[in-house]
């Protein structure tokens, strides 16, 4: 089933008891335990996203977040955020290494946190100068726009982008 546009949007999202996303389609069906999944989660954010039930099958494809009622798009976003675990660099307080490994410290939206990078080429550029950084944990973090970062974070990112 895709759901394409806003006719075509007819189910509901609740939770049950353990807070879980349960789908109710069209026809009434309900699905427990539905995974939403983003096709695109860096590049794409906003459009592109599943939600399959327990055993990995698509029941429902949305074309775009942004055509949902607010009440359903903010469920669909919080079960995303947990899904997706991409905290965004803020800022670069340090590197010590001037090979890798190199430690970086690092203020994020969740916080301050310290990681390895393994190589240079775990710092990737993407479209509209952002910069995402793989730690030697695999961990990803984000920067979504490299020229919002202060004068300090530029210069020490310089290095890798």
């Keep these: 089933m895709h759901a394409t546009d806003k006719v075509n949007l007819h189910f509901q999202l609740d939770r049950d008891a ?8 069209a026809q009434g069906r309900q699905f427990a335990g539905v995974e939403v999944m983003r096709a695109f989660p860096i590049t794409d954010p906003r459009r592109a996203v599943s939600l399959c039930d ?4 698509e029941i429902l494809w949305i074309d775009s977040l942004d055509d949902l009622p607010a009440p359903l798009r903010h469920m669909l976003e919080e079960e995303l955020d947990r899904r997706h675990f991409l905290p965004r660099i803020r800022r670069i307080v340090r590197i010590d290494g001037i090979s890798e ?13 310290t990681f390895q990078l393994r190589s240079d080429e775990d710092v990737r550029r993407l479209t509209g100068n952002r910069v995402l950084v793989v730690d030697s944990h695999a961990i990803r973090y984000l920067i979504p726009d490299v ?3 202060d004068s300090v974070s530029r210069r020490l990112l310089a290095r890798y982008v």
């Design 18 to 25: 353990w807070g879980r996303p349960v789908l109710t389609d």
């Design 54 to 57: 327990a055993d990995g099958n």
């Design 101 to 113: 490994p190199a430690s970086w410290e690092v203020e994020t939206d969740r916080g301050f946190t």
């Design 147 to 149: 020229a919002a970062l």
